[in-house]
């Protein structure tokens, strides 16, 4: 038997057998290819997870975890975190990565994320230019160019890299720029069965952002930061339009408290609010999910009236160059989620979704955090540091990163001054 009808065989996948029937010579050869280098040993102890409930594991203990707020430190330790911070940015000991991997689904947007265009004044802005401001301002302040290293998917790279080039990398020195691409896993039938995509492929999809940290060892980012002489990377996320990935204060704050990672925070808007919040997890840093969070954790406060699960992981993380290799060198968890996945028939037809059909499987970048005893955190403000794009409508959409986009920007004249 050839190779491929064994592993179709074994792996319970044997109706690809009528699509490597239906196609053309080439897209057959291409398809069984794709079938071989398929690792199924991991896809079906994926597959087990798919559907597990979204709860807390049993015995797990979780617990409040503690931050500074940026604007209750004193006036002396303020200047003193900054200039420890600003001191490590000056001499070039600093980068950014900007994860753009992410298929934005929610959004709907046809093309990379980062090249939505939000109706912003003076005049739109891509998504992406807001983040080459945010650095060019840096620059400029500091007299520096700063390292930025871009995740994006196979799905998306030669989209981004053509947008960078088409729009002239928004004013940043190309040299500075690196790409690089995230790997991808299969997804999956809620039976299990593989989905075949147009064009006869196995539909895949991007690993989810916690695969920068092996991303980034496998493409050699790592490496070229050594040799760049970098000690200190912030990763963020591609949807903020007021992300500041530049912030002297965090980098001064994880330094003095001997920590190797870090990360910004802002309140959680209300207890019922659906973002994922800091806590520990059996005494070490993590985030914990709203979906898992259980309402009265939820809704529990200290004696200031504040929430104890109250601070948002906003994708703003600091780590230091040895944190990035402790966790390239680990095999962060996988997350399955429910998703609406189009797909071709045995007829060749392709048939659009309205409901979910289908899991997927990521890794999330704080489970990373989990490797280390503690996390420096440092809440900003919502309304300085988080106007998340991720609907096409309603909460966390265009409408309301515009809004705060605008009036930030109308009272401000950077991210970095307490106010
Ligand atoms: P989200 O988790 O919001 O996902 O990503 P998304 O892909 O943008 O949107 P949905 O869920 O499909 O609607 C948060 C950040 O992580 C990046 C995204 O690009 C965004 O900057 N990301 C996400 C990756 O880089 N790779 C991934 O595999 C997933």
Wanted: proline fraction near 4%.
């Amino acid at each position: 038997m050839e190779k491929y009808k064994q592993i179709l065989k074994d792996n319970n996948q044997t109706h690809l057998q009528k699509y490597i029937d239906m196609c053309n010579e080439e897209e057959r050869k291409n398809l069984i290819k794709e079938i071989e280098s398929i690792d199924f040993d991991k896809l079906n102890k994926l597959y087990k997870i798919s559907k597990r409930p979204i709860k807390i594991e049993k015995g797990l203990i979780i617990e409040h975890i503690s931050f500074k707020d940026k604007y209750k430190l004193s006036e002396d330790k303020y200047n003193e975190l900054k200039d420890l911070g600003e001191d490590i940015i000056k001499n070039n000991h600093y980068a950014v990565v900007t994860m753009a991997g992410g298929q934005g689904t929610r959004l709907g947007h046809d093309g990379p994320k980062g090249s939505f265009l939000l109706d912003v004044k003076p005049e739109p802005k891509y998504l992406f230019q807001i983040l080459a401001e945010n650095l060019i301002r840096h620059n400029q302040n500091y007299g520096i160019t700063l390292n930025w290293y871009i995740m994006t998917s196979t799905e998306n790279n030669d989209q981004t890299i053509e947008f960078f080039k088409k729009h002239d990398y928004f004013g940043y020195d190309p040299s500075y720029i690196k790409f690089f691409v995230q790997g991808n896993l299969p997804l999956l039938f809620e039976d299990g069965r593989l989905i075949v995509d147009k064009g006869y492929h196995i539909k895949l999809a991007a690993d989810g952002n916690g695969c920068i940290y092996k991303a980034m060892k496998e493409a050699g980012i790592l490496d070229d930061m050594e040799s760049k002489g970098i000690k200190w990377i912030f990763i963020g996320s591609v949807d903020n339009a007021l992300l500041n990935m530049v912030d002297p204060l965090l980098v001064g704050l994880t330094i003095k408290e001997g920590n190797e990672i870090g990360s910004k925070s802002v309140a959680k808007a209300n207890p019922k609010e659906k973002v994922g919040v800091f806590c520990k997890k059996d005494g070490r840093p993590g985030v914990i999910e709203y979906s898992e969070l259980p309402e009265a954790m939820a809704e529990e406060v200290d004696e200031d009236g504040e929430l104890l699960y109250g601070e948002s992981h906003i994708m703003c993380n600091l780590y230091s160059l040895s944190a990035l290799k402790t966790i390239a060198s680990k095999n962060l968890p996988y997350h399955s989620a429910n998703k609406k996945a189009p797909y071709m028939d045995e007829n060749g037809e392709i048939v659009k979704v309205t409901e979910p059909n289908g899991y997927k499987y990521e890794a999330f970048i704080f489970d990373g955090f989990n490797y280390f005893k503690e996390i420096s955190i440092l809440r900003g403000k919502r309304e300085d540091d988080f106007a998340p794009v991720k609907n096409a409508e309603g909460v966390d959409s265009p409408e309301t990163a515009t809004k705060l986009y605008n009036d930030f920007w109308a009272t401000h004249k950077s991210q970095n001054e307490r106010q």
